[in-house]
């Protein structure tokens, strides 16, 4: 007659504190993610005003006055502008750009905010076609 043993070992594990486990790292978690910071605020920094420095760039300023979009090259208006289309004309503005430009052959772009993006995207395509720097001005003092 065989001997049997009755005491066998279970290779179980308790279930019961791997749950506590998980529900503890779960509360962990949502702890954490609460506490942790959505994003960084980032302050641009602004330009200084440099108006001793001289300079042979060409500036062209585009302006809002009374709900008239105004082009200025060199601080002097531009009319070939028709304004119920908005539309620059390209020959006339290369023509005001090229008696301006220096040897640097940079044009400094200046909009306004309230501008409607046509203005300076006109601006900036007769600067690419005839291969010449821009420099975009977004904020001054």
């Given amino acids: 007659?065989?001997?049997?043993?009755?005491?066998?070992?279970?290779?179980?594990?308790?279930?019961?504190?791997m749950t506590d486990l998980v529900f503890l790292l779960l509360i962990f978690f949502v702890i954490l993610s609460t506490m942790a910071s959505t994003g960084i605020?980032?302050?641009v920094p602004k330009g200084k005003n440099q108006n001793n420095v001289p300079s042979d760039n060409v500036i062209v300023a585009i302006k809002k006055e009374n709900e008239t979009t105004r082009v200025y090259v060199n601080d002097r208006e531009f009319t070939y502008v028709n304004r119920n289309t908005s539309e620059i004309n390209a020959a006339k503005l290369t023509e005001a750009i090229a008696e301006n430009m220096g040897e640097d052959h940079v044009v400094e772009l200046k909009a306004a905010e309230d501008v409607a993006y046509i203005w300076p995207a006109q601006v900036i395509d007769v600067v690419k076609q005839n291969k010449w720097t821009i420099v975009l001005i977004y904020r001054t003092n």
């Fill in 1 to 17: 007659m065989a001997i049997k043993r009755h005491n066998t070992i279970k290779s179980e594990g308790a279930m019961s504190s």
């Fill in 41 to 43: 605020e980032v302050k």
